[in-house]
């Protein structure tokens, strides 16, 4: 199975430690975001369910072959399961956690080993962790449980400090441009994505693969006509009304953090999306500084918000941002 190269070092230590019998049972695998960690947790756990493994020097690795690898790699290894919220819920359901206790009480069918992954584990609210405490603290014999993290300091503390900690960093900007090279062609797209997206190479895949780019685009040509007076804040609220929700505050996050930035710098700051320079530009010489901070931490928490899924009105949350970004330029 071929990782991507920012796993490769992480997981050769975790599988040395497979080798030699001393994974802790219960392990929290984070990172940044986008990352691909899941993909590291699919190795780990074919490496530790694998029936042969492949001596390497640093221990062994899952041989890809055997009936148990190419379980796993169809996605129907009876000992291996992967816990997630459900599609449309931003929550793992206790149900589904009780589910997967039950699953690590049976005895193994291919090896001795299970293997559970919960995925992400931030995602799971206080009743679905408090069902998953118990197997934390005695695991069944031969059980491994795998929590995916991007943001590990959101878990409750209770289950973060039953866990093995182990952090894949982000990449640095050579190896990200590296691999991303190898999916998009253009040079100046993959210096945009990475520079948005922080260096995060899936993360910046994911955004060149759903379009966020041609969002980008829209947002930008109406951000345009508002400063020109060509369109007002509710029809541009309409327009955008019609876009993914979270692109949207994604897109509109990042830009006042660098306006903020750019302007708590005194403009020395480097603006991470290039064509928003002459908006940007033009709202700092417009309007009033603590206007920019407030505008940019109600944008943060509308971000959060829906994150959070707090019920939020699109339209209303949409109109009051343009409102405000309209009322302090004229
Ligand atoms: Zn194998």
Redesign the pocket.
């Known amino acids: 199975m071929a990782l991507f190269p920012w796993l490769n070092s992480g997981y050769q230590q975790l599988t040395h430690l497979v080798s030699e019998d001393r994974l802790p049972h219960a392990l929290l695998l984070s990172s940044a975001g986008g990352l691909g960690i899941q993909s590291l947790a699919e190795a780990l756990a ?1 490496t530790i369910l ?4 492949t001596p390497t020097a640093q221990g062994a690795h ?5 009936k ?2 190419l379980l796993v790699t169809n996605g129907s290894h009876p000992d291996y399961r992967v816990v997630s919220h459900r599609e449309g819920k931003k929550q793992i359901a206790v149900d589904d956690v009780r589910d997967a206790m039950h699953f690590l009480q049976q005895t193994a069918q291919q090896g001795h080993h299970k293997v559970l992954v919960i995925t992400p584990a931030e995602t799971l609210n206080k009743a679905s962790a408090n069902a998953l405490l118990k197997s934390l603290e005695e695991p069944p014999a031969g059980t491994f449980l795998i929590l995916l993290s991007d943001r590990p300091a959101s878990l409750l503390a209770t289950i973060r400090s039953r866990c093995f900690k182990h952090a894949i960093a982000t990449p640095d900007h050579e190896t990200s441009h590296q691999w991303l090279s190898g999916n998009i062609q253009d040079p100046e797209t993959v210096n945009l994505l990475l520079s948005v997206c922080n260096d995060r190479p899936c993360e910046a895949l994911r955004f060149y693969e759903q379009g966020s780019l041609d969002i980008r685009s829209k947002l930008i040509e109406d951000l345009n006509k508002l400063m020109g007076k060509h369109l007002g804040p509710s029809e541009i609220a309409g327009r955008w009304n019609k876009l993914p929700m979270d692109q949207v505050l994604f897109w509109l996050s990042l830009w006042l953090t660098d306006m903020s930035r750019f302007l708590g710098s005194k403009g020395l700051v480097t603006l991470r999306d290039p064509m928003m320079v002459k908006i940007t530009k033009y709202t700092v010489r417009h309007a009033k500084a603590v206007s920019i901070f407030g505008l940019t931490d109600d944008i943060l928490s509308y971000k959060s918000g829906l994150e959070r899924q707090t019920n939020l009105n699109p339209q209303l949350v949409l109109e009051e941002i343009l409102i405000t970004w309209h009322d302090m330029i004229f």
């Open positions: 074919a694998c029936l042969a493994p899952a041989c890809g072959t055997c148990s690898c």
